[in-house]
């Protein structure tokens, strides 16, 4: 799984370049807010293994207008640190590696 580069940002943690992507406009059910947010990061200069997280938020562009926290890059630094603690090797190639950090999102009813 490779992310474009267009709509992608670079993110710098602990010295190592990364391009991370949150989809601009929701799925299906995102927009109905009954699964949360997810954003995908990968190393921006070697191919690999991307990481693909789920967060505990609504996607900020829901039908609904619900109430969400947009996802900061402060965010998407920390979440690479925790993955990289969790194991996720970004230059290896192999299937994406899952972060789930859903805990505490209840969907629409």
């Known amino acids: ?3 474009g580069r267009k709509g992608s940002r670079r993110i710098v943690v602990d010295g190592t370049a ?3 992507r949150l989809r601009r406009r929701p799925t299906y059910f995102q ?3 009954w699964t949360p947010c997810t954003f995908a990061v990968e190393h ?3 191919p ?3 990481l693909v997280v789920t967060t505990d ?3 900020p562009s829901n039908w609904f207008g619900r109430e969400a926290k947009p ?3 402060s965010d998407v630094a920390q979440t690479i640190q925790l993955a990289l603690r969790e194991r996720w090797t970004p230059t290896a190639p ?3 590696f899952y972060l789930d950090l859903s805990a505490g999102f209840t969907p629409s009813p």
């Open 1 to 3: 799984m490779a992310l």
């Open 18 to 20: 990364y391009r991370w």
């Open 31 to 33: 927009a109905l807010a």
């Open 44 to 46: 921006a200069d070697v």
């Open 48 to 50: 690999g293994t991307a």
């Open 57 to 59: 938020q609504p996607h």
């Open 71 to 73: 996802v900061l890059p």
């Open 94 to 96: 192999g299937s994406p």
